[in-house]
């Protein structure tokens, strides 16, 4: 496998300074957010076997432990190839990019607690003195604060190391707008830090670590002149991977030297 990475770069590399019909470089940023639904480590801790066990900090649904990570991709490119199809321009690019990306993800869970049924008693001490009757129901006064166990499970998955060399195929529908198409091969290693705290206080904590490698694919538009900065939207599946899928959007900007 590392035989393989190694001749996917030395390809990449030959074409980029080697190229000379290419009437572009440039370098550019990529923002992308990253569904990752696969099985994950720890995916199963995340999940709750009661739709009501859990409360959250955020609008995230409690029922779907789905990571959605922030990635950052930087880019370096060149233009191999410059024609025409018909009154159309067309145009095929090499791409190198290299990634860095987060995502953490928190439940956090209330443990056995029912205000009706905990921490009663009687001012005297006394259990025989029923006090109060509540829903035909016998209780005696909340005398004391209610203990309330409080566990959050965190899930943190840290991008280790991400690469990807692609060929980009547009054709210049005008001027300015040039949809495309992406083919190329990606590797991303991530690891994972699962920890459980109990009323502030962490009862365990674990790692997990993932690498895959896949055939890329995807499509976007460019906005812009080839020669100057442009701005790109674009839908990648870096990696189809069951255990680590890379499928997500992003916008970039990209700019010519």
Do not use: C
């Not at 720890?42 to 009501?52: A, G, H, I, L, Y």
């Not at 922030?70 to 321009?89: A, D, K, R, W």
């Not at 965190?154 to 690469?163: E, R, S, T, V």
């Not at 962490?202 to 701005?231: A, C, M, P």
């Amino acid at each position: 496998m590392m035989k393989l990475h190694n001749s996917i770069l030395t390809i990449f590399l030959a074409t980029f300074f080697s190229s000379t019909v290419a009437s572009e470089n440039y370098f550019g940023v990529n923002f992308s957010q990253i569904v990752q639904d696969g099985n994950y480590p720890f995916r199963d801790s995340m999940k709750q076997n009661d739709p009501d066990d859990f409360s959250l900090p955020s609008n995230d649904e409690p029922s779907d432990p789905d990571a959605r990570m922030s990635m950052v991709n930087f880019v370096i490119g060149t233009s191999i190839y410059e024609g025409e199809i018909g009154s159309l321009s067309s145009n095929l690019s090499a791409e190198l990019r290299i990634g860095a990306g987060m995502h953490n993800k928190s439940f956090r869970k209330v443990l056995d607690w029912d205000a009706d049924y905990l921490t009663y008693g009687t001012p005297t001490g006394e259990d025989e003195d029923i006090l109060v009757v509540h829903n035909g129901k016998s209780k005696r006064v909340l005398v004391g604060v209610p203990l309330v166990d409080k566990e959050i499970r965190n899930l943190k998955l840290d991008l280790k190391a991400f690469y990807g060399i692609y060929y980009k195929y547009s054709i210049g529908i005008t001027e300015r707008i040039f949809p495309y198409v992406v083919l190329g091969y990606s590797k991303a290693e991530e690891e994972h830090n699962y920890t459980v705290v109990l009323n502030s206080q962490e009862i365990l904590k674990e790692k997990g670590h993932v690498s895959e490698s896949d055939v890329s694919y995807g499509f976007g538009v460019r906005f812009g002149q080839t020669e100057s900065s442009s701005f790109n939207i674009e839908y990648m599946n870096y990696l189809g991977s069951k255990n680590m899928p890379y499928d997500g959007i992003s916008i970039a900007l990209r700019v010519g030297f």
